[in-house]
């Protein structure tokens, strides 16, 4: 099998001026991944690695650039997962860690717990030799503005928001067919202090089990948490239907049934590929070969020829 990372940064209402800055990130993000599965790394390695570099790229809501809480804050939510044996990890409410995709790795491999959350998620960054970032280091000036803006006119215009999205997530698939899933955000503008997402909750914004296939989700995390939208996807996975069937058919349902938008890419055991999302735009990109595929608008699959 073609090994594959597909990733996604983030599903909504993003504005135009926002579109070359997300293809970017996700195209740089889907080679960073590729490279490691070819240099002989494993998935979970993969999905750390493009999970990372969308984290630093200002472009994402996720790590340095997140959206702020109410108080002017970021805190931010990731979880990760291996295919092979369901082993997870995650953290929620997290503050001032440039990577909360790793912390969340070593939840998994260094704790029985599958959730840290807050302070006690920061306490275990420090003993593991995480560094902590000087207080307000991650936030960006366009958070800054967005959360304004959230202040002045409410977040009605659409139920993502304008600004502030960009979630990030990827799923691998290596040769012999071993999967990995991951996901990392700063939640949603405007939100209250301490609110946690469906990012760091396993089944709806992450799963991945090698007998059937990987998921990463976006967009409502209210909604997708609700909906278990992760696992719904799996579920419509293993009762036969393909990545692509499987996550059209499961956004669709979701957001008739609780009237909110979000956006998912999946990975099936065979390989195929889902990308959709029920919001206006998503971007996602994966890199097969030398070639990279990329999109963020409904029906948009362009190719070019990676940069290595
Ligand atoms: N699902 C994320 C959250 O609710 C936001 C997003 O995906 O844009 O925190």
């Known amino acids: 099998m073609e090994p594959i990372v597909l990733v996604h940064g983030g599903a909504g209402d993003i504005p135009d001026s926002r579109v070359p800055l997300k293809l970017n990130g996700v195209k740089k993000a889907a080679s960073i991944g590729y ?14 690695e493009a999970v990372k570099s969308m984290e630093d790229d200002e472009a994402f ?38 990577h909360p995709i790793s912390l969340a790795r070593l939840v998994m491999e260094r704790t029985p717990h599958f959730l840290l959350a807050g302070e006690g998620a920061n306490r275990f960054a420090k003993v593991q ?53 991951a996901t990392s955000t700063g939640g949603i503008n405007g939100k209250m202090v301490g609110r946690s997402s469906d ?43 393909s990545a692509a069937v499987a996550t059209a058919n499961t956004l669709k349902a979701m957001t008739e049934k609780l009237k909110n938008t979000a956006g998912a890419i999946a990975i099936s055991k065979g390989g195929d590929l889902g990308i959709d999302f029920t919001s206006k735009r998503m971007a996602w990109a994966y890199q097969i070969k030398d070639e990279i595929h990329f999109g963020i608008e409904h029906g948009q699959h362009t190719k070019e020829k990676a940069k290595n």
Not at 35 to 48: C, F, I, T
Not at 85 to 97: A, F, H, Q, R
Not at 144 to 152: P, S
Not at 155 to 165: F, P, S
């Open 35 to 48: 490279r490691v599965l070819k240099r002989g790394g494993s998935v979970v390695d993969a999905v750390e």
């Open 61 to 98: 809501n996720a790590g340095y650039g997140s959206v702020l809480n109410l108080d002017g804050e970021v805190e931010m939510d990731a979880t990760i997962m291996i295919g092979a044996n369901l082993n997870s990890g995650g953290v929620t409410v997290v503050k001032d860690i440039a």
């Open 129 to 181: 030799g995480v560094p902590t970032l000087p207080a307000g280091s991650l936030v960006s000036k366009y958070a800054r503005e967005a959360l304004e803006d959230f202040k002045k006119h409410g977040d009605n215009r659409t139920e993502i928001g304008e600004k502030g999205v960009g979630t990030v997530g990827a799923v691998a698939i290596d040769s012999k067919g071993r999967m990995a899933a």
């Open 199 to 241: 990012t760091s909750i396993i089944g709806s914004g992450t799963y991945a089990d090698d007998n059937v296939g990987a998921v990463s989700t976006t967009g409502h995390g209210e909604s997708i948490a609700r909906f278990c939208l992760a696992h719904a996807i799996i579920y419509e996975m293993k009762n036969g239907s």
